[in-house]
Nanobody, 121 residues
């Protein structure tokens, strides 16, 4: 079906930047939305940013102006450029893709394994 491989997490000081990548592979017929979620310790998973197949984007209020989501449709890859990182951005970041692997099957959500982002103060 669809597999997601994430990369780009790590440890950075406050004010720094990181770029996350998520590549989708497998038997992909079409991809709708691609997005990033995060989960901080003791908190629920929350939407960070999402991008439609046409390029429309939506961001959590807490990251607007600092994070930028983009996608490469030819490579089935979504990126999250994170600037001006703050300690409250710390968490596990998960890639999410809504896709079909068969034209006759309804689209469903797929999740990456998660990548840790730690921002030190």
């Amino acid at each position: 079906q669809v597999r997601l491989v994430e990369s780009g997490g790590g440890l950075v000081q406050a004010g720094g930047s990181l770029r996350l990548s998520c590549a989708a592979s497998g038997s992909i017929f079409s991809i709708n939305t691609m997005g990033w979620y995060r989960q901080a310790p003791g908190k629920q998973r929350e939407l960070v940013a999402i991008i439609s197949s046409g390029g429309s984007t939506n961001y959590a209020d807490s990251v607007k102006g600092r994070f930028t989501i983009s996608r490469d449709n030819a490579e089935n890859t979504v990126y999250l450029q994170m600037n001006s990182l703050q300690p409250e951005d710390t968490g596990v970041y998960y890639c999410n893709v809504n896709a079909k692997y068969n034209p006759l099957i309804r689209a469903r959500d797929y999740w990456g394994q998660g990548t840790q982002v730690t921002v030190s103060s």
